[in-house]
């Protein structure tokens, strides 16, 4: 992918922004990280991601009563053991109720494909408003060469 930058000590790729989005656009299961009553909660979310923004259907709970106007982050990640690699990007901005009509941005937003598998009618729609994407992506170790297996 062009515009990846390497730090060779780590040996890990730091993603450009375009990377960063074509990856954000090429799955569909992420992570939701929010405080709830001051401690970190992780949640996954079926998403679609678009004009800078993730947006996620919920239902009523957690999410729908505390993430909205807080600060959040995203997560995606893959690891391809076929290819050797691994991947990770993180969004951080401003989660956003857009359930109800608004102007056209949360319309346009409510109009993407996104199906949750999660059960429960999920008819809540959030949106994250990015603030700042960052990503990474390094290589795998060979199978059986794990370099934590001496700490089991």
């Not at 090429?26 to 001051?38: M, P, T």
């Not at 993430?67 to 290819?83: C, G, I, Q, S, Y």
């Not at 109720?97 to 102007?103: L, N």
Request: proline share 7%; hydrophobic share 45%.
């Amino acid at each position: 992918m062009a515009g990846m930058k390497t730090l060779p000590k780590e040996g890990m790729e730091v993603l450009s922004n375009d990377d960063c989005e074509q990856l954000l656009g090429s799955s569909s299961l992420g992570r939701l990280a929010l405080v709830v009553n001051g401690e970190p909660e992780v949640f996954p979310v079926n998403y679609a991601f678009a004009e800078g923004v993730v947006v996620f259907r919920t239902a009523l709970g957690l999410k729908l009563e505390k993430a909205p106007l807080t600060k959040v982050a995203f997560e995606v990640d893959r690891v391809d053991t076929a290819h050797g690699i691994a991947w990770s990007v993180v969004v951080k901005g401003t989660a956003y109720d857009i359930s109800t009509p608004g102007d056209h941005l949360p319309e346009r937003l409510r109009r993407l494909a996104v199906h949750p598998q999660a059960p429960g009618a999920g008819k809540a729609w959030m949106a994250i408003h990015a603030d700042s994407v960052t990503g990474r992506r390094f290589g795998l170790p060979p199978v059986g060469k794990t370099p934590w297996l001496h700490l089991q």
